[in-house]
């Protein structure tokens, strides 16, 4: 619980951090935010030296995500936040199903991209970022 509400506030500040600064002007700085996000689980799975299956399963779901970036920013930010829960959700599922990343890991980054992902679409729908 500690590491979910953790994620949760960085997940928070990070937003808030970006938007004052002007970086969710466009499309871009989210969409590196979803790519960058997807990429610790193939890190995670090459450094517990874990197995083949585990790395192929981990670098085909960053290269999903990376496919909806691209997609995302060049349709909609929408897309992106939408691109950036499910990421959160994910997080989730391997609570259940085992990964090969911290016991921590999936709680704290599941609440940064849940919450990350719902102020970004609450900046969209308030229309202070571009859809």
């Known amino acids: 619980m500690t590491a979910l509400l953790i994620g949760a506030g960085l997940g928070a500040v990070l937003i808030g951090t ?3 600064l002007g970086a969710l002007e466009d499309r871009s700085g989210i969409a590196v935010l979803l790519g960058a ?3 610790f689980w193939p890190v995670f ?3 517990a030296e874990a197995g083949t299956a585990t790395i192929i399963l981990h670098c085909a779901v960053f290269l999903a995500f990376s496919a909806l970036a691209a997609y995302g920013f060049k349709t909609s930010a929408t897309v992106l936040a939408a ?3 499910a990421h959160g959700l994910f997080d989730a599922a391997t609570l259940l199903t085992g ?4 016991v921590w890991w999936p709680a704290m980054c599941g609440g940064l991209d849940v919450v990350a992902g719902a102020l970004l679409l609450f900046l969209i729908k308030t229309q202070r970022i571009p859809a």
């Open 18 to 20: 970006l938007y004052r």
């Open 37 to 39: 996000i997807a990429l």
């Open 45 to 47: 799975a090459f450094q």
């Open 83 to 85: 691109g950036i829960i």
């Open 99 to 102: 990964h090969p990343g911290p």
